[in-house]
């Protein structure tokens, strides 16, 4: 499966657009990660724990993105856009949305 931020796939024609698909995902992050980071915050430097966080969320929300597309029967998916959001009362909470056009390139 390609997958691409660009609306075209070079070398590649875009034969069928199958419709817009979405990866979500939704983490926790727990008391340690979170004093963890207050101590980064303290101290400086980057937050290790939150860095992993957000790299395991976007990609599984890239290989969700990816799994709806091949069940529409897509073999590509182009445009795609990450977003990112803190919630929970606390703000211990990552969501991260994959958005992309599902395509049959060939």
Same mark, same amino acid.
Request: glycine share 12%; charged share 20%; proline share 1%.
């Given at each position: $499966?390609?997958?691409?931020?660009?609306?075209?796939?070079? =070398?590649?024609?875009?034969?069928?657009?199958?419709?817009?698909?979405?990866?979500?995902?939704?983490?926790? /992050? %727990?008391?340690?990660? %979170?004093?963890?980071?207050?101590?980064?915050?303290?101290?400086? =430097?980057?937050?290790?724990?939150?860095?992993?966080?957000?790299?395991?969320?976007?990609?599984?929300?890239?290989?969700?993105?990816?799994?709806?597309?091949?069940?529409l029967g897509a073999n590509a998916v182009v445009g795609v856009d990450m977003d990112y959001?803190?919630?929970?009362?606390?703000?211990?909470?990552? $969501?991260?949305?994959?958005?992309?056009?599902? /395509?049959?390139?060939?």
């Amino acid at each position: $499966m390609i997958t691409t931020t660009t609306p075209t796939i070079q =070398g590649k024609e875009i034969i069928e657009y199958k419709g817009i698909v979405f990866g979500e995902v939704v983490a926790g /992050v %727990d008391f340690i990660k %979170d004093f963890a980071a207050g101590l980064t915050n303290f101290f400086g =430097g980057r937050s290790g724990s939150y860095e992993g966080e957000f790299i395991q969320a976007r990609e599984n929300a890239l290989r969700e993105m990816e799994s709806r597309a091949m069940k529409l029967g897509a073999n590509a998916v182009v445009g795609v856009d990450m977003d990112y959001e803190i919630l929970g009362a606390s703000n211990n909470m990552i $969501m991260v949305t994959a958005s992309g056009t599902a /395509v049959v390139i060939r």
